[in-house]
């Protein structure tokens, strides 16, 4: 199999060659036999222990085989390449989805195929526990009807199908469990549709950038048909997992959903790609991160486990990497038990794809609930009711009672040719934009926009309903920064006038605006474009447009933001006249945990972005993502990335993670920076 090489063009590719290095089966027997756990009196390193691995005679897969999984024309080109000449097959790599051939590449392709069935086989008839298959070229990157990403067959899709034909009695239901780094779109689209296999893939995502570069990764895509359900997608958002992250995947999604399915044979797509030290992965999973992997799986299926080599560039990683999948498999414990915790993006991830997979599996319901989110869909005669639309009711009745507020129209003139907003208008806007009663007599003016407040709830663990009693709902920021600031002002003596403008964006999710009953202009229900990205950015807009530059009184303006709705402060000062900007907004005062950043990209006055930096600062959780240019082993982001660059304004890492945390340990230094900006004001400090 080490004949499959990519033809050398170059001095440099001597020097430098191809990551999907024939030397990787090599380096992973190399360590086997040194260890002991093969027999080969060239390599091994140690006294002969016994015969806890035998070598299992290996073949071609025939064309029979192959056609199980792809098409007629796939198999003729791989077969093609046989004949080919050197300019051809150089052509044929040149314009290949990440893939190379040679001559032998037909041969090892087939080899590499029909050497998992055998392994497969071993196992199913009971000729061994378990096996471990270590072949290339790897082929989970491989279409039905297309080679990519390395890979010329899928082999592991042709092993399952091939085992499902000829064991029918004996291997009804297979898993397939993918850790390789990378996606293995080719054996998720094998059996896309097909109830028998269950694929599980945990891979780097990144929202669908990274190879294979499609959203077929992602944790919506369930499966097809009778196959719905069946694809198990775990797509981590960031480089630098580790084995944390895997352990905390496994024990929350993998086994459960495994056990509930009750396969006959597991077979696991082992690239080592997520091993710590592959410049490609860039994770940072151990040897003894994939033993205790290994070792969670040996208690399905009663053992009955095969592993194939994919991916895994770096040699010594793989090596390590295999020979401690191997230990466990001959039956030692792992290394080491995995003491760190996940990061918590990795957590997020993990609730994502339980909520996706609820809908399928027992296990991945809190408990054993009466309803999921998506029956909501199936209340034709009732009105849905998102929790924020009282929450705001409430926000604008305290405003209302306690403060005086009163409520600045937002009209919407229903103008195709020049619309105002472009998004559909949530319902109640007569709660969105509140105000001091005297606010076009007030001298200075704090514009206050956020997302709904967040919800603490707790959840019944039997139906997994929220229990509205032991639920709270956290403070509304604008009295909090309104009574500070009065405070502060009365003790240094300030006469002019401060008036306040609140306003609310909500955020609701796709699914839930899909559900809130919006109707057109003739009274009809449709779907809903509600952005409120886009709707947030709209809304200040109109309320700069019509009510800020007509307050007669107005010298000083200062913005403060709270989560995703900040955006539109950012958005405002590169559509409208940058001197008009800079004469009025003193100051920007933001407050978010993980939100992405917006940077300010001004339309003509370049100077914007130094006005914008120094008048403003952007208080973050300490893992928001601005931080994370490079981050450690165990992703807490501690090591010294890129600062932020100073279109995002002057952004300040917080100690804490959370919206709430970082309000409340940024406030005080926040409404600080608002008193510098609108008075000479002698207790501050610099901020």
């Not at 089966?25 to 002969?48: F, M, N, P």
């Not at 150089?90 to 040679?102: F, Q």
């Not at 709270?472 to 003596?493: C, F, Q, R, T, Y």
């Not at 955006?567 to 800079?582: C, D, F, G, M, T």
Request: overall charge negative.
């Amino acid at each position: 199999m080490r004949y499959h090489a990519k033809i050398f063009t170059s001095y440099f590719e001597y020097i430098d060659p191809h990551p999907e290095d024939p030397r990787r089966i090599y380096r992973i027997y190399k360590k086997l036999a040194e260890a002991g756990l093969v027999l080969d009196k060239s390599l091994s390193g140690t006294d002969d222990i016994g015969p806890l691995m035998e070598k299992i005679p290996i073949r071609e897969a025939t064309a029979d085989e192959i056609l199980e999984v792809h098409t007629e024309e796939h198999l003729k080109f791989i077969a093609s390449t046989e004949a080919m000449s050197r300019d051809q097959l150089l052509e044929e790599t040149e314009k290949g989805d990440s893939i190379y051939v040679n001559n032998d590449s037909f041969l090892l392709a087939k080899l590499s195929c029909g050497g998992l069935i055998e392994a497969c086989k071993a196992v199913v008839e009971g000729r061994v526990k378990n096996s471990l298959a270590i072949v290339r070229p790897p082929g989970h990157h491989a279409e039905p009807d297309a080679p990519g990403g390395f890979c010329l067959f899928s082999n592991v899709a042709v092993a399952a199908k091939n085992i499902l034909k000829s064991y029918p009695d004996s291997v009804r239901r297979i898993v397939i469990l993918d850790w390789d780094i990378h996606h293995g779109n080719g054996t998720q689209r094998a059996f896309y549709d097909d109830p028998r296999v269950l694929y599980i893939s945990l891979h780097r995502y990144e929202n669908g950038k990274f190879y294979p570069g499609t959203k077929y990764g992602g944790h919506e895509m369930v499966g097809d048909g009778k196959g719905e359900g069946f694809s198990v997608n775990i797509p981590w958002q960031n480089s630098g997992v580790g084995d944390a992250d895997y352990v905390y995947a496994f024990r929350k999604i993998v086994i459960p959903i495994i056990s509930e399915f009750d396969p006959d044979l597991v077979i696991v797509s082992a690239g080592f790609d997520a091993a710590d030290g592959d410049l490609i992965g860039q994770c940072h999973v151990t040897p003894a991160g994939y033993g205790q992997l290994t070792h969670m799986l040996k208690a399905i299926a009663r053992g009955k486990l095969t592993v194939i080599l994919e991916g895994g560039y770096n040699l010594d990683s793989i090596s390590k990497s295999a020979l401690a999948v191997a230990k466990v498999l001959i039956g030692e414990p792992p290394e080491a038990t995995i003491t760190t915790q996940p990061r918590l993006d990795a957590i997020e991830t993990v609730s994502e794809v339980m909520k996706t997979q609820s809908k399928y599996w027992k296990c991945m319901k809190p408990s054993n609930p009466a309803h999921v989110f998506e029956d909501i869909f199936d209340l034709p005669g009732s009105r849905i009711l998102s929790f924020a639309e009282p929450i705001r009711a409430y926000q604008a009745q305290e405003l209302f009672s306690k403060y005086g507020f009163i409520n600045l129209p937002v009209i919407d003139l229903k103008d195709d040719r020049y619309p105002v907003f472009s998004t559909d208008l949530p319902s109640h806007l007569d709660d969105l934009v509140l105000a001091s009663p005297d606010i076009n007599e007030c001298s200075t003016v704090v514009v206050c926009i956020h997302d709904p407040p967040e919800v603490w709830a707790n959840i019944n663990p039997v139906n997994g309903y929220i229990e509205s009693s032991t639920s709270v709902v956290l403070e509304h920021p604008l009295p909090k920064v309104m009574n500070k600031i009065l405070d502060e002002l009365s003790n240094e003596n300030v006469t002019d006038k401060v008036g306040y403008i609140d306003i609310n964006v909500p955020s609701y999710t796709e699914a839930v605006a899909a559900s809130l009953n919006f109707k057109d202009p003739t009274g009809q229900k449709k779907p809903s474009n509600y952005n409120p990205t886009i709707f947030a950015q709209e809304l200040l807009l109109w309320v700069w447009d019509n009510y800020l530059t007509y307050f007669p009184s107005l010298k000083k303006l200062v913005f403060v933001g709270f989560g995703d709705a900040y955006q539109s402060i950012v958005h405002l000062y590169a559509k409208r006249p940058s001197q008009e900007i800079k004469d009025l907004v003193q100051g920007t005062i933001v407050f978010v945990s993980r939100s992405t950043l917006k940077s300010l990209v001004p339309v003509m006055d370049e100077s914007m972005v130094d006005w914008y930096y120094q008048n403003s600062v952007i208080f973050t959780s300490h893992m928001n993502p601005c931080w994370s240019g490079t981050t450690g082993p165990r992703g807490d982001m501690e090591e010294v990335g890129k600062r932020p660059r100073r279109k995002f304004g002057r952004v300040l890492k917080s100690s804490v993670d959370g919206l709430w945390d970082v309000i409340q340990e940024k406030f005080d230094e926040g409404v600080d920076f608002i008193l510098d900006s609108i008075v000479e004001y002698s207790g501050s400090e610099s901020s």
